[in-house]
């Protein structure tokens, strides 16, 4: 098991791989361990003692190094003085890089429970979605191991990936000093979450779009061609037309009764607005509505992806006569065949196949906004 091992000294600072620091004013250590057993506070080590008593705020910075193809990581050290410069009086800076997959939730669970303020995730929407989960655990909401605390952890979002799709429902630029900025002032607004649950009983927690069949194969194989920028998106989605077939699925929305769609092409399930590097799939929906808007399109051929590319991407899609959205709070999608191979992902990370149920949980987190 490998460990990343960060020591902050009285007067010195973070000491960062490439010999970048980050000045801090009290001795700290931060220890991100890669996954392991699922309580892996045994030592309580991101923020040594626990949740400052000096007034300042203890932030913890999730840096996946390795998003947009390795740009995250070179921009993030790039950012370190002006980050500095605008959080270093009033904060205490813990940088946290990861590792692998997964690594992300770990270090938002044991920051969590060792009382940060924030938890902030650097990179794009997948390290959003890892430091998401990371709020959870077993079913519940991760909570400080100090019973006493009056705050909650808030989550943070520095932009920096490919698609940065999540930051787009807000109106925030992939500008990493503007998120900084915003940081500094601290606002707090509550925002609703997602929560997938299927046969092996294990919930799955997003903050943007889960997508159902062929968006989600799109996804999978657009991280194949990350270098290509946004475009990846558009060269997965073509790629995940080859030996496509339209599926006949079962939908219950609200509790309610099932319903048969025929010919389904992809069901999307927003949270937030924007998936594929900007398009916008789900345009009614809004992180603190308390529902979802799900689209469900239908016998869409490759061509008519093409044709109507424009269209997905402006949120004008809902007029066309193969497209449906309705708003709701839980959905439960099955396939009617039973092959077990129809694809779930959410925030662009691959969860498994069919049969899901998806549930908004209203005002589940703490954003800063």
Known sequence: MGTNLIAFGGGGGIAVGGGVRVSMATPWAVRAELPKAPDLCVDRSILGSGSSSSGRHDLVFVVNPSSANGRTGKEWKKLLPYLRSRLGADCNICESLTSGPSHAIDITREAIREGADAVIAVGGDGTLHEVVNGFFWAGKTVTNYDRDATHSTALGLIPLGTGSDFARTFGWKNDPHE??????????????????????GEPHYFANVADIHLSAKAGFYASSYKRFGNLCYVIGSLKAFVGHCNQDLKIKVNEGEWEVYSQVTAVCVGNAKYFGGGMKITPNADPRSGNFEVVILQDFKWYDFILKLHKLYNGMHLTMKNVSSRSVHSIEVEDISGSGSIYVQSDGERIGFLPRKFCILPSAIEMIC
């Open 179 to 200: 998120a900084i900025d915003r940081i500094a002032k601290g606002q707090r607004s509550q925002i609703d979450v997602g929560v997938i649950s299927g046969e092996d």
